[in-house]
């Protein structure tokens, strides 16, 4: 791999890697950088602001990301398989493309953009299933300097229109239709809903998948085979600045509407490389798979740009774990020889629910490490994991990070590092995270808890929300002024090792997906039955936390009634944001318990939801005492 020098092979080069990285990180950044292709070098390697939120890294510097993802490996690597893709369905076509013909379609999609007057700046956003288009309109963007916004293609309507307008994006990358296991779902149909109320929307391009007829709207909407037909096969490469967007990922906050996390060249690409080919310890002929969805951060920068950067062979599956059966994962390992496979927590729990043998009946020989991410894994899905899938043989890489890190930044590397399930481990090199009080000072020495934070910047952060600097600032540095702050919960070992807890805002993490509870909450309140609403998290087997709404309905709903309203609550949450966040329990109230001052107790509900009624703690406070009682009674 190009840049061996970086390459951690042992726990002592970890330990030594660390301690230069905080010693000295400038030196230790531009050793890591130093073999990726730039135009022009940097001229400052970090510029730190973890008050105001300003953080650079790499300034000065020139490049374009898709030539570290594809141009520097046509030497040496030109005819390895790059992107390796298996359908929905297992007895259709698998597509496999080496790094030269991904190249080249790179190059074609990118002049397709051209000629439709996309330039570089201009917001695209994509809306697409799982297919190998997806993957090449992110780079293509990326190639001539466009920044992407991928909405994860399980979005309503609203979901697409309100981040569309929140980036003023000027074209929609989409398809006809999607396969999801047994459904089909007509994603252009969704497009178009959403791009009523989209006037920055100049150009809508079609990639053909399912050949399902669809609308297509004249002057705005053309299809992306017959553009393909007449663009040409090469396409250079814009020179970017290093600290020029190139994506915006909308991420649920614990206030208000989502907010676009934006990410910029030169550090995000140093910081995708760096610790994929660390985390993962990938050897030149592996073949590596990452579950999960382009549309979320994982997607991005552990199925596609970390990969490619590394020149490794990367395998996007378009369906989902259960279909044709539960023991598809399995199959797909076996059929491809993958030897890194990293999933969610949620999946292995949904798996672990279905008979042992389908996972038994295949060899998963070729399986050497194991990865998990997006939200804490228990202790038995962990062991089932490690003894069912990796045979007991292999490492787990359980890897705490967020949309707005960029990568990996809690985690054991490889084998190489102490594994203990259900802790992320330790901080990767640049990484100096520390433990708050709630009132911000740093809690000192081992087996402590408390809010975790990082004290210094690392080049794959995040460098503002789209369009309002100030909500960045607030939320990730306003708190504790000087450190970035994560918003999870987080637990130091007698060994030093991290075990993250949870979220400590009013977010919480479905299925791995994270959604505020504000968020859903202004979803159902735009139902005609809804007066008000408060949402809560609780425990839930398979998806980590399962969603309860408690409800207040303008007038009394008869007991007859309950399924009809409980259905449209439903109805509208899936309108306004999508399958993803349908509430699990919905109870409906005639109040919520609030402080005299009107603010809902949520800690009160939290517990009601959890079924932890016994210790609900002072509630003498409450405006309405009687109204727990009630709730209580009507749990869910
Ligand atoms: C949670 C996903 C425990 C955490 C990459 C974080 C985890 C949020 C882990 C970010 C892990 C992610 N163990 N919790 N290994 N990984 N989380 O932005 O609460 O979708 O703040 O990024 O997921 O979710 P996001």
């Given at each position: 791999m190009p840049t061996q020098h970086s390459r951690i092979r042992t726990f002592e080069e970890y330990t030594d890697a660390y301690k230069r990285s905080v010693e000295n990180p400038e030196q230790f950044w531009a050793d890591v950088a130093e073999p990726f292709t730039w135009r022009r070098k940097w001229d400052t390697v970090v510029k730190a602001d973890l008050v105001g939120g300003h953080n650079e890294w790499f300034s000065g510097a020139k490049l374009n990301i898709t030539e570290n993802c594809l141009d520097r490996h046509l030497a040496t690597r030109g005819n390895k398989l790059a992107l390796i893709w298996e359908p929905n369905d297992p007895k259709t076509r698998q597509i496999r493309y080496t790094y030269r013909e991904l190249h080249q379609e790179v190059c074609r999609f990118a002049n397709v953009l051209h000629n439709n007057g996309v330039e570089k700046g201009d917001r695209v956003c994509i809306y697409m299933p799982m297919i190998p288009q997806l993957a090449i309109a992110v780079l293509a963007c990326a190639r001539i300097g466009a920044v992407h916004s991928v909405v994860f293609a399980g979005f309503s309507a609203t979901a697409i229109a309100d981040r569309v307008n929140d980036a003023q994006a000027t074209t929609v990358l989409t398809s006809d239709g999607l396969n999801r296991g047994a459904r089909q779902i007509p994603v252009k149909r969704v497009v178009d809903e959403a791009l009523e109320t989209c006037p920055s929307v100049r150009r809508v391009i079609v990639v053909e998948h399912l050949g399902w007829p669809v609308h297509m709207e004249e002057g705005r909407d053309v299809w992306y085979h017959e553009e393909a037909l007449e663009a040409e096969k090469s396409c250079p490469a814009e020179e970017m600045d290093a600290e020029d967007m190139l994506f915006i990922l909308y991420t649920s906050g614990s206030t208000g509407k989502p907010k676009g996390v934006v990410h910029t060249q030169a550090g995000y690409m140093v910081w995708a490389d760096y610790t994929f080919r660390n985390v993962f310890q990938v050897q030149e002929n592996d073949i590596y798979w990452c579950t999960a969805d382009i549309g979320w951060v994982t997607g991005h920068s552990y199925l596609l740009y970390g990969p490619l950067l590394s020149g490794a062979s990367t395998l996007m599956f378009e369906g989902v774990p259960t279909y044709p059966s539960a023991g598809r994962f399995w199959e797909v390992i076996d059929k491809h020889g993958v030897n890194i496979f990293y999933t969610a927590p949620t999946a292995i729990r949904s798996l672990m629910a279905t008979p042992l043998d389908n996972v038994l009946s295949y060899s998963l020989d070729s399986l050497r490490i194991l990865g998990t991410v997006g939200e804490p894994i228990n202790v038995e899905a962990w062991d089932w994991y490690h003894t069912h899938v990796g045979k007991e043989r292999c490492p787990i890489v359980d890897t705490w990070w967020q949309t707005e890190t960029g990568g990996i930044m809690i985690s054991a590397l490889g084998s190489i590092s102490p594994l203990k399930p259900a802790h992320a481990g330790q901080p990767l090199p640049g990484v100096q995270p520390v433990l708050l009080t709630q009132e911000g000072k740093e809690i000192e020495g081992n087996e402590e808890e408390g809010y975790l934070a990082i004290k210094y910047p690392w080049p794959g952060m995040i460098r503002t929300t789209y369009g309002d600097h100030e909500r960045c600032r607030q939320t990730y540095f306003g708190a504790y002024p000087g450190y970035y702050f994560t918003g999870d919960g987080a637990r130091r070992d007698k060994d030093g090792l991290y075990r993250i807890i949870g979220r400590v805002d009013d977010v919480i993490n479905v299925s791995g997906h994270r959604f505020g509870t504000a968020e859903i909450e202004n979803a159902i309140n735009e139902n005609a039955y809804v007066v008000e609403s408060a949402v809560v998290g609780y425990p839930h087997d398979v998806k980590g936390q399962g969603i309860y709404a408690f409800v207040i309905c303008g007038e009394p709903v008869k007991p007859n009634q309950l399924s009809h309203v409980e259905a449209s609550i439903i109805e509208t949450v899936v309108a306004e944001i999508?399958?993803?966040?349908?509430?699990?329990k919905i109870q409906i109230v005639s109040g919520l318990p609030k402080t005299r001052s009107g603010k809902i107790m949520r800690r009160i509900l939290r517990k009601v939801a959890e079924g932890e009624i016994s210790n609900l703690g002072d509630t003498t406070t409450l405006l309405d005492p009687g109204i727990v009682e009630e709730i209580i009674a009507g749990k869910k």
């Open positions: 999508g399958k993803i966040a349908k509430p699990d």
